[in-house]
T-cell receptor, first 112, second 116 residues
Framework: QQQVKQSPQSLIVQKGGISIINCAYE??????FPWYQQFPGKGPALLIA???DVSEKKEGRFTISFNKSAKQFSLHIMDSQPGDSATYFC???????????WGAGTKLIIKP | GAGVSQSPRYKVAKRGQDVALRCDPI?????LFWYQQALGQGPEFLTY????????KSGLPSDRFFAERPEGSVSTLKIQRTQQEDSAVYLC??????????????FGPGTRLTVL
């Protein structure tokens, strides 16, 4: 029940295309859903986050879509650029828990 | 400092050696987290400090792992009698608020530990 399942494991997108990464969770107590971006040799960096009181949040080219009834959320990267090539992690946490529960990651490659 | 720093960046240890990994969080940050990241996997929670108090150590894999933050700033993760399965990147993160997971966590670059 603590798991966050992320797909796909890897993704190749042409420059200018839309990258979509999906996550699903079971624990209905989760109320914070961040996406982190990690470049090789670096620590993860927060990209965008959402709470379940909204169904969508947009920051620049990055959008989170959240479906509370389906217990799913996804990251959309519009106009994908080679500089977006990185590993992306979804995560979730609940107010009663100190832990961020992480997905397994998606390695995104944007082809020029 | 401008961000979370960790040292050393790389550590090679022989099996059975003790190692100590250091984390300097962002100044003034109340919360500090340690994570273990295996190759190709997401980070896994190890332990959480609120100031100097270790409030959650449920993720520490064995009693060979020990963490401290005696003055509420710098933290050290110590691994005794290292084993090959301890090889991983150890990430430290800090956040400004108390209470843990629902606040933005800022990560350091990690320490890559290789146990031979």
């Amino acid at each position: 029940q603590q798991q966050v399942k992320q797909s796909p494991q890897s993704l190749i997108v042409q420059k200018g295309g839309i990258s979509i990464i999906n996550c699903a969770y079971e624990n209905t107590a989760f109320d914070y859903f961040p996406w982190y971006q990690q470049f090789p040799g670096k620590g993860p960096a927060l990209l965008i986050a959402i709470r379940p009181d909204v169904s969508e949040k947009k920051e620049g080219r990055f959008t989170i879509s959240f479906n509370k009834s389906a217990k799913q959320f996804s990251l959309h990267i519009m106009d994908s650029q080679p500089g977006d090539s990185a590993t992306y992690f979804c995560a979730a946490s609940s107010p009663s828990n100190y832990q961020l529960i992480w997905g397994a990651g998606t390695k995104l490659i944007i082809k020029p | 400092g401008a961000g979370v720093s960790q040292s050393p960046r790389y550590k090679v240890a022989k099996r059975g050696q003790d190692v100590a990994l250091r984390c300097d969080p962002i100044s003034g940050h109340v919360s500090l987290f340690w994570y273990q990241q295996a190759l190709g996997q997401g980070p896994e929670f190890l332990t959480y400090f609120q100031n100097e108090a270790q409030l959650d150590k449920s993720g520490l894999p064995s009693d060979r792992f020990f963490a401290e933050r005696p003055e509420g700033s710098v933290s050290t993760l110590k691994i005794q009698r290292t084993q090959q399965e301890d090889s991983a990147v150890y990430l430290c993160a800090s956040s400004s608020l108390a209470g843990g997971g629902t606040d933005t966590q800022y990560f350091g670059p990690g320490t890559r530990l290789t146990v031979l």
